[in-house]
């Protein structure tokens, strides 16, 4: 009868990590054992760092949404100017109580009364459409995106004398800080002979980046009281801006909010605005992790290949080692191991591969940018204008199971294989 043998004994290990060293004319397989190998690597890095980077794009782009625009924008349903005139108007007329009401609210960091309208902005020979917002300094300052831009130029405290504007609005019309530029709004002034357009000149004392390239290519701020003279909208507000604690649980506010600014209140988070967008990529992460699996899988396959040949190979030393008294137990562990060692230090060698590989993503995309001659990332269509990534834990946590599951799990068949193994029919043609 076999001796029993405590399960992985060091013996088990060193013949194990001895056939994975053995030469082809030794009987061993060391070339499916570095297929099998770079294989792991390779999709375990993939996962990485396609899960890194997918992280990042998302947490980018939800900061320059949340860090340039309101969380929470408060709207008014069309109530009657003056009863029985049959006129109406959006306009909020009580902005003031009503922003004092929501700053009120535990977790609303700031409320700040708004100013919303589109005009023609001119310099020499040049024009753009700009969406305008009417802000306060004070107000201006709390968006993160727009007072902490790192490409500032100008000084934002100069603002109540002119105007900001974005970075690409400005680099179109080839304007700087100090040149004075012509706003056009075609609903201006209202005279017996009807409606003309109004032409105000306002200085550019601010222009900053968002992050955000539509942001900064249409984006425009000018302050309170000058935007409701420009835009007719003397003792009123198109809005509320409203922002957050914690701007993933955006609805937790709503009722508190909605009851604060009083009957006829609309509300729109930026979730509503891009909620759709972030359920997209919410979908293509979870595609692209299947899809990644799926290799990772392929590749794990290679270990059974390898390890079946390794088993035909070394049919006489489990022969051998039957008849000296080694269990199917100890046969099955063996080999299961060296089917393990693979996917351990192939999931290891991964895993440095694809952390390297997130840490280093602005030296990659130069290298991609070198290759292609050109910018390989183009904010136009990307939103952003950079590629980030960020490692999470868990999305290492998932790549790495995964990797050392499949390899645990495929190497079981032919470790099996090997400790049902005749040592008879084994050494019978030895």
Known sequence: MAARTAPFSRFEFMIAWRYLRARRAEGGVSVMTWISLIGITLGVAALIATLAVRAGFRAEFVSTIVGSNPQITVYSAP?????????????????EARTKRIKAIPGVVTAAPAVRGQAMVSFADRSNVADVYGLALSDLKNIPR????????????????????GIGMARDLGVTVGDTVKLISPNGAKTPFGTSPRVNAYKVEYIFSAGRYDIDQTRLYMPFAEAQSFFNREGGADEIDVDVTDPERVGEWATAISDASGKGTLLWTWK???????????IEDNVMFIILSILVLIASMNITSGLIMLVKNKGRDIGILRT????????LRIFFI???????????????????FAA??????GFVNWLNGGDAWDPSIRGIYHLPAKLQPWDVVKAVSLSLSLSFVVTIFPARRAARMNPVEALRYE
């Open 79 to 95: 109530t009657e100017v003056v009863e029985g005139s049959g006129v109406y108007s959006k306009l909020i007329r009580d902005y």
């Open 146 to 165: 727009i007072a902490h831009s790192d490409e500032a130029q100008g000084n934002i405290d100069n603002f109540d004398q002119g105007i900001a504007m």
């Open 272 to 282: 509503d605005a891009s909620g759709s967008f972030l359920r997209a990529l919410g």
């Open 324 to 331: 000296m008294g080694l269990s199917q137990g100890s046969i």
């Open 338 to 356: 060296c089917g393990a060692f693979i996917g351990v230090i192939g999931t290891a060698a991964g895993l440095t591969i694809g952390v390297l």
């Open 360 to 365: 280093n993503i602005d030296h990659v995309m």
